[in-house]
């Protein structure tokens, strides 16, 4: 009889065991899901486009704007069209026309854009869209 107040003793003690665990398990694996989870997350942030204007400069006499652009992300991206107030301008860089790959963190692509004229004091927005669609804008202002 003493035997078997024993063993009942001990199965209880045994439940708390247990229960420990099981929880560490359910915790171990919530935090293997999470951390698939936030992985899979971050690889989307990881391949970024990103430009940098520089160098913005006016022909006044002309019809031409020059600027440099830098590929600021971390993934190469490739130009495929440049509008000056959202109409379509005729481009040559130093190289190549359109379209141009730009390496990331490479030294910055000077472009040339031809517009109908450029007025002195006149606002331009630049905008760049890349092959993804991602557009990206740059307000100058030329020269008086």
């Known amino acids: 009889m003493k035997t078997l107040r024993k063993i009942r003793k001990n199965t209880k ?5 247990v229960a420990s665990i099981i929880l560490i398990a359910v915790t171990v694996a919530v935090s293997i899901a999470v951390a698939a989870w936030m ?30 652009l830098k590929n600021t992300g971390t993934s190469p991206l490739t130009i495929s069209y440049i509008y000056v107030n959202d109409a379509s301008a005729t481009v040559t860089t130093g190289y190549d026309a359109l379209p ?4 990331p963190n490479a030294d910055p692509t000077t472009f040339n854009v031809t517009i109908s004229a450029v007025v002195a004091g006149g606002n331009y927005q ?9 557009p990206f804008m740059y307000t100058a202002v030329a020269p008086s």
Do not use: C, H
């Not at 430009?51 to 019809?63: L, P, Q, R």
């Not at 630049?126 to 991602?134: E, F, G």
């Open 126 to 134: 630049i905008k760049v869209v890349t092959s993804k669609n991602n």
């Open 100 to 103: 141009v790959t730009l390496e």
């Open 13 to 17: 003690a045994l439940s708390p065991v």
């Open 39 to 68: 992985g899979a997350l971050t690889v989307g942030f990881m391949d970024t486009e990103q430009v940098a204007y520089s160098a913005v400069s006016f022909d006044v006499d002309g019809e031409t704007i020059q600027f440099n």
